[in-house]
């Protein structure tokens, strides 16, 4: 038994010196994979879809499929997207944590001395598809390298139920501020106002406020990096805020996240909201449930509009979605061999085409796809990764930026005046706090 024993590790021993020095072939002969590629395991962290069916096709089946061609294992975790910056975060902190991190917006900014550069993935994604979007570059690129690999953009527009418009006489979403709370003001009397948060949440909030303060002419800072926004515009926009939003809007709106304005358009308490496509698509996913009070289908009553243009012009804040590889993680190599794997045409089309129109891809090639055609409704959103505007205007969406954005500054205003601070002292507060990250910082 002695001898057997010797002779089997010997022999193990053998297969393994083998392995190491005859490469595949001598791996092969052992008749076992070695050790470091059982171990390899990629951390993917990003947001909980609001298109649920991209979550159950990720997970069902493209990580399963991405297993077997790249030989690695994928842990795919899905949280509140709200939880993804204490996540980032925490991770940096403790050096472990997720490989790779879904980003909102500038955290790539934010975090890019705790970030492994992408740009060779990057450009040559955006050399194959017609070039990535400056808003994308912007948000994910400083210039020397790309913190994010650019993901999708979120567009956000108004939902709205035709049929409720047409009620109250207007046949078409206003396209300025003043038709906007004229229309909201009427369906508000019908007890069907409007719906859009002013909280502490990550999309729906900035997504109206910053799109809002730039079309009244209101600036964060100039290009020179002078906090500006203590202007005669930004009062106007604060002044307006507060008679619209007393005549025209649901004022629990304060508390919302993210969700509940879905919930409460799916269950028509409200007549419009900004928000991604997941409503329409949630209607259209299950049309026995979402009917109109007259039993028809909801989804046949349901269109998008762009917000409104006010004296300054029309803008748009979407939401864009990159994936940071992070710089303590221990399977770089594997992480980026995933990004590769997954923006692959056919496999990104997979995720593309599930969401229907809710995310735009980052690069030209996607807006002219067939998608776009299937369904007119979803059109409006086929342009938002071409017309976003980054945040820091008319500065750089850069670090400072995202700490605006991350403290709610702009949206802050704007809720402290709706709950009856003047005006005028709303935006001395916001200047007191865009100088606490502009000047002090």
Not at 304 to 309: E, G, I, R
Request: hydrophobic letters at 40%; glycine letters at 10%; proline letters at 5%.
């Amino acid at each position: 038994m002695a001898k057997t024993k010797r002779r089997s590790v010997l022999k193990l021993a053998g297969g393994a010196a083998a392995a190491s020095m005859g490469g595949m072939a001598a791996i092969l002969a052992t008749g076992r994979m070695p050790a470091f590629a059982q171990q390899r395991t990629v951390h993917w962290l990003k947001w909980v879809d609001f298109v649920p069916a991209t979550d159950a096709l990720l997970k069902k089946e493209m990580m399963p499929e991405a297993e077997k061609a790249l030989g690695i294992k994928i842990n795919l975790e899905t949280v509140n997207g709200n939880d993804l910056q204490p996540r980032i975060t925490a991770g940096i902190q403790s050096g472990a944590g997720a490989d790779l991190i879904m980003s909102f917006n500038s955290y790539t900014h934010l975090y890019a001395n705790s970030v492994v550069d992408v740009s060779e993935i990057a450009e040559e994604v955006g050399k194959r598809e017609g070039g990535i979007f400056p808003y994308a570059k912007a948000i994910c690129s400083n210039g020397k390298m790309y913190m994010g690999m650019p993901w999708a953009v979120i567009g956000g527009m108004i939902a709205y139920r035709k049929s409720w418009f047409e009620e109250v006489g207007v046949t078409a979403f206003p396209d300025t501020w003043e038709g906007y709370r004229d229309a909201a003001k009427k369906l508000k009397a019908k007890g069907r106002p409007f719906g859009q948060t002013l909280g502490h949440t990550f999309g729906d909030a900035p997504g109206f406020t910053y799109p809002y303060l730039w079309s009244w002419g209101g600036k964060e800072i100039d290009a020179g990096g002078k906090v500006v926004i203590n202007s005669k515009e930004t009062v106007e926009s604060v002044k307006f805020m507060q008679a619209l939003w007393k005549e025209g809007m649901d004022e629990g709106g304060l508390a919302w996240d993210d969700t509940n304005n879905n919930r409460a358009f799916l269950s028509q308490t409200i007549s419009a909201t900004l928000n991604g496509a997941s409503i329409y698509i949630e209607t259209l996913r299950k049309p026995d449930q979402y009917k109109t009070e007259k039993g028809l289908p909801m989804n046949k009553d349901i269109l998008h509009a762009p917000l409104p243009k006010g004296p300054a012009g029309q803008f748009g804040f979407h939401l864009l979605q990159s994936n940071m590889l992070m710089k303590y993680s221990k399977n770089q190599d594997a992480s980026k061999a995933f990004l590769k794997w997954i923006h692959a045409e056919a496999n990104y089309r997979k995720f593309f085409e599930s969401q229907k129109g809710f995310a735009t891809p980052c690069t030209a090639k996607w807006e002219t796809d067939k998608l776009w055609d299937v369904d007119p409704v979803m059109a409006p959103f086929k342009v938002a990764a071409r017309l976003g505007q980054a945040i820091g205007n008319a500065g750089p969406p850069d670090a400072k930026a995202q700490e605006v954005l991350s403290k709610y500054i702009v949206t802050d205003m704007y809720a402290k005046a709706v709950q009856g601070m003047p005006a005028e002292e709303a935006v001395k507060w916001a200047e007191a706090e865009l100088k606490k990250v502009y000047v002090s910082s």
